[in-house]
């Protein structure tokens, strides 16, 4: 029943601050963006040109995919900001958080069975929004030009209209025909009907709540009248979330993860993302492995990701929650002597059984992203979410955004898989205020101090294949940064057992050895990379070509 609801539900899986003290690090002078829409991409662009760095155009380009991205964008859901500043790096949690009256078995009916769509659909399904005050703590400490010029871009695009490409028409009319045929209580179509492909849609709720947040700064969203709203509309639409829930979110600066690999430095998402691990876990485990180079996307090299794949999915069940609530063995499961064993038990001739996969130690579809490199060098690895297209399926009137299904990443049972087929334990389960365990994994990759790589994926737990092959098809097999966002990806998440989901592009003789091997293929594509690379002749940027990204690579005037 639930995985009936979900495939019918989800239509694609899918005051001025201080300035920052910048130093040019060698190999800048350009300035890049990988965006996930063309409005993004001209807005964060035209920051830089202005003398803006990296997180100045992060700023902006988050509150215009707010407008311009509702799948996905949002003021209505949270995300993670990595962040190499000045050689330094940082990171920036501003993830969802359960509602206080969240508690462990509130997705249970009396049968004690997970109800199919609660935690997916309607305002109970949502935690307490992050964006917001991620942006302002953003701001706060790197920002340099002021706050309502960043925000200002997103304000006229929801006043005045954009015109609305046929992508982005073409998953509001699937996702409107879906939620009807489902016959689920929904005003997605009283805001989105209208807004059909090539036509001036304009949203003027959400311009007023911008406006607000232009002007009062975090304050216009947790605080006052837009607070005030999305109070009361949780009241009236069985949500959790109160107005001492909103007026005590904190985003939270938080150490990443950093991790020495070939000789570069992976900079990643820490708890409570799973990704920054899991990624970790994944290079390190490929690492020896890949002394040999196997031939890209043969046989031989699916199969070495997806044992390795197995390994980091049964860690991540087992160990990966919200560091505020449980202790995560960060340290121990990126360990190398840790990643040197579980890849030595790695056949890379068969398959092994998936029941014998256990966590290692002691023995015992919609996201998006964004990537900026600024002509100081400065990069920004931002991703972020409502978790499934258009989140819960429901805007707040009044405040005209979407909001997030997020507490789905929740383990809601012990051993029931989540809409992506995660399955956890108790670091995972609900309790009040914790952060959902998340798989998106903002990434970026320094040679010394320079920049190599700005990475990201959407995609649920597939963000993790996404970023792990986009480093190996940038850093290892010398790809450009269009041929890496467009190299067909596999994904394994140690169940269903023995699965590979894949792009479509691989050769017929290498799915053929798979099946052979024992493999069940699964065709279906996910992500959409927007990365960035450092090459000889300068930044490389790309998008996915199957989304509606762009990237534009300048010199700084
Ligand atoms: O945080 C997470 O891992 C998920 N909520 C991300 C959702 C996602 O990427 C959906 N995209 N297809």
Same mark, same amino acid.
């Given at each position: 029943m639930r995985s009936i609801f979900i495939a019918v539900l989800i239509l694609v899986c899918t005051g001025c601050a201080r300035q920052i003290e910048t130093v040019t690090i060698p190999s800048a002078g350009q300035q890049a963006v990988a965006m996930p829409d063309t409005f993004s991409a001209d807005a964060a662009m035209a920051v830089l040109a202005e003398g803006g760095n990296a997180v100045d155009a992060a700023i902006t380009a988050q509150f215009v995919l707010a407008v311009t991205y509702p799948e996905a964008g949002n003021i209505g859901g949270g995300g993670f900001m990595t962040l190499s500043i000045n050689g330094q790096a940082d990171f920036l949690d501003y993830r969802e958080m359960a509602p206080g009256a969240a508690h462990r078995d509130m997705y249970l009916d009396e049968q004690g069975h997970v109800h199919p769509y609660e935690s997916l659909f309607g305002a109970k399904a949502s935690?307490?929004?992050?964006t917001v005050a991620g942006m302002w703590e953003a701001h706060q400490k790197y920002g340099s030009l002021p706050w309502s010029r960043l925000v200002q871009p997103a304000v006229d695009?929801?006043?005045?209209?954009?015109?609305?490409?046929?992508?982005?028409a073409g998953r509001i009319s699937r996702y409107l025909a879906r939620v009807q045929k489902q016959g689920l209580f929904s005003n997605f179509g009283d805001y989105f009907a209208h807004a059909t492909a090539n036509s001036v849609f304009s949203q003027p709720e959400l311009a007023e709540t911008l406006k607000r947040i232009r002007d009062q700064g975090r304050?216009?969203?947790?605080?006052?009248?837009?607070?005030r709203i999305i109070s009361s509309y949780m009241q009236q639409?069985?949500?959790?979330?109160?107005?001492?829930?909103l007026a005590s979110y904190e985003a939270k600066w938080r150490t990443p993860i950093t991790h020495t690999w070939r000789g570069y430095t992976v900079i990643t998402a820490p708890p409570p993302s799973s990704g920054g691990v899991a990624v970790v876990q994944w290079l390190g485990m490929m690492e020896p492995w890949l002394e040999s180079l196997p031939e890209h996307n043969s046989s031989q090299y699916?199969?070495?990701?997806?044992?390795?794949?197995k390994r980091v999915f049964a860690d991540r069940a087992e160990y990966l929650g919200d560091p505020d609530f449980v202790e995560v063995p960060v340290q121990a499961l990126t360990e190398p #002597?840790?990643?040197?064993?579980? $890849? $030595?038990?790695?056949?890379?001739?068969?398959?092994?059984?998936t029941e014998d996969i256990a966590p290692g130690?002691?023995?015992?579809?919609?996201?998006?992203?964004?990537?900026?490199?600024d002509r100081w060098g400065n990069a920004v690895a931002n991703t972020t979410t409502i978790n499934l297209s258009f989140g819960a399926g429901v805007v707040v009137s009044g405040a005209?955004?979407?909001?997030?299904?997020?507490?789905?990443?929740? $383990? #809601?049972?012990?051993g029931v898989p989540n809409f992506f087929g995660a399955i956890g334990g108790t670091a995972n389960e609900i309790q009040p205020f914790k952060r959902m365990l998340s798989s998106m994994t903002p990434t970026i990759v320094l040679k010394g101090r320079d920049v190599a790589l700005v990475t990201g994926s959407p995609g649920g737990t597939t963000i993790i294949s996404s970023v792990t092959q986009s480093v190996l098809n940038t850093l290892v097999y010398d790809m450009t940064a269009q041929a890496a966002a467009d190299a067909p990806r596999v994904h394994h998440q140690l169940w269903p057992k023995d699965t590979i989901r894949h792009h479509s592009g691989l050769d017929a003789s290498t799915l053929e050895e798979l099946e052979r091997l024992g493999y069940t293929l699964d065709n279906r594509s996910f992500g959409d990379l927007h990365l960035i690379t450092a090459t000889v002749d300068g930044m490389d940027a790309a998008s996915q070509s199957s989304g509606r990204g762009k990237a534009i690579v300048n010199p700084a005037q």
């Open positions: 935690g307490v929004p992050g695009l929801a006043e005045q209209g954009f015109v609305v490409p046929e992508h982005l304050n216009g969203f947790y605080d006052g009248e837009t607070a639409n069985g949500g959790l979330i109160t107005a001492q829930d699916i199969h070495l990701l997806s044992e390795v794949g #002597a840790y990643l040197a064993k579980r $890849s $030595s038990e790695v056949n890379p001739d068969a398959i092994s059984v130690l002691y023995e015992s579809e919609d996201t998006t992203h964004f990537s900026i490199v005209g955004f979407l909001l997030n299904d997020e507490m789905d990443d929740f $383990s #809601a049972k012990a």
